[in-house]
């Protein structure tokens, strides 16, 4: 597991031996990238599940203003700093996901990334909150991973984007229909 592109090109990132933790691999974090290469400069970011901070650390080395990294879990916190290697445009958070959004309710983010625990609710409960806390700015996205099949639709996004890479897709939504 590597950065893709820009500032930390080619920086090897560690993953913990957490159980539940399946970082995203390069080739479809390298196809999510190229879907919304366009957005993420200047954008502000939130990586919910963080995991490694694979897909965050790869935003802020490809010209994202801010992201905010989370993860319940202390020792992915303390592998996601290792990774990193301190950035003043990054921040990580180490709490649940809901707790996580009740923090940021003031805030507004252009990505967000949702790549919870397969086979758990988290990712519905979070765009719930995302959407009751106004959380995407107008033009923003959720990017969700999640195992192929799995029903995306949601009474607060639109779904206007699904990707098949094996057993994984990757859902696009936004507040309205079309999102570049």
């Known amino acids: ?41 200047n954008s502000r970011c ?8 694979n897909l965050g650390i790869e935003c802020i080395s490809r010209g994202a203003k801010k992201v905010i990294i989370s993860d319940h ?7 996601i700093k290792q990774n990193l290697r301190e950035d003043p445009g990054v921040q990580i958070i180490c709490a649940d996901f809901l707790d996580t959004l009740t923090q940021l309710k003031s805030e507004q983010f252009d990505i967000v990334f949702l790549d919870p625990p397969y086979r758990s609710d988290f990712a519905l409960k979070a765009i719930q909150k995302i959407r009751e806390y106004n959380l995407l700015s107008k033009d923003g996205i959720i990017i969700w991973e999640h195992p192929k099949g799995t029903p995306v639709q949601n009474n607060y996004f639109c779904v206007y984007d699904t990707r098949n890479y094996g057993s994984v897709s990757v859902s696009f939504l936004s507040v309205s229909e079309v999102s570049e």
């Open 1 to 41: 597991m590597r950065i893709i592109s820009g500032k930390y090109r080619g920086r090897k990132l560690s993953h913990p031996t957490c159980e539940g933790v399946l970082p995203t691999i390069d080739r479809i974090k390298e196809s999510i990238f190229n879907i919304i290469a366009n957005k993420i400069p």
């Open 46 to 53: 939130l990586d919910l599940f963080g995991g490694t901070g």
């Open 73 to 79: 879990n202390p020792v992915c916190i303390k592998n």
